[in-house]
């Protein structure tokens, strides 16, 4: 059974227009995190979610935003994509903090 | 910030032993370790927490030098099936700082 599932899973974008990136689960965990990994690079946290307490990471550009409406859902927003944004986007889920978290299969996106 | 991970790139016959570095600027209070095969998301292996503790996951364990800031990844008698790029992932003390290593990518041939 699916665990933290990703949609879509391939995403075209075109430069400039908004894209809206989605992440559910059913382990009821507490913390859920995005991450960037662009080829041969390592994952590179953009924010997490600990329940409703939103946590950015310093660097990550203001053009990402985040909502969690509830406990098994997130959205990642970017508002306006730029080349250098495509990437693979890999949500991630775990009861806590210092804990192990559970990825879902990612979603590729494409910007032209 | 990034922890720095050694060898970059590693290939063994199936049946040797390998052991993966990873080395942080920063104190640490736990150290995660992934693994991940191409096209696929990373998978938990193991965690360990501060107290230079050493864990084991079947033929894969680690260690973790709370003082020197390093964690080590032991795999013995390898399997095709561990190929993959392996990931240490490390959390600090202060804040909500969690950075995945370099990585290592391991291939095991026939």
């Known amino acids: 059974d699916a665990m933290v599932i990703q949609n879509p899973r391939y995403q075209v974008t075109q430069f400039g227009k908004p894209v809206t990136l989605s992440c559910s689960q059913t382990?009821?965990?507490?913390?859920m995190y995005w991450y960037q990994q662009k080829s041969s690079q390592a994952p590179k946290l953009l924010f997490h979610?600990?329940?409703?307490?939103?946590?950015n990471e310093a660097d990550t550009p203001d053009n990402f935003q985040s909502r969690r409406p509830n406990t098994s859902f997130c959205f990642l927003d970017i508002r306006s994509p730029g080349l250098g944004d495509a990437a693979m986007y890999l949500c991630a889920t775990s009861r806590g903090l210092e804990i192990e978290q559970y990825f879902g299969p990612g979603t590729r996106l494409t910007v032209t | 910030q990034q922890p720095v991970q050694s060898p970059q790139a590693v290939i063994l016959r199936e049946g040797e032993d390998a052991v993966i570095n990873c080395s942080s600027s920063?104190?640490?209070?736990?150290v995660h370790w992934y693994r991940q095969k191409h096209g696929e998301a990373p998978v938990f292996l193991m965690i360990?927490?501060?107290?230079?503790e050493q864990k084991g996951h079947e033929k894969i364990s680690a260690s973790f030098n709370e003082k020197k800031q390093q964690s080590s990844l032991y795999l013995t008698a390898s399997q095709l099936s561990y190929s993959g790029t392996y990931f240490c992932g490390t959390e600090g003390y202060t804040g909500n700082q969690f950075y995945f290593g370099t990585g290592t990518s391991l291939t095991v041939i026939p």
């Open positions: 920063k104190a640490l209070y736990s």
């Open positions: 979610y600990y329940d409703k307490d939103f946590n």
């Open positions: 360990l927490l501060k107290g230079g």
């Open positions: 382990l009821n965990h507490n913390v």
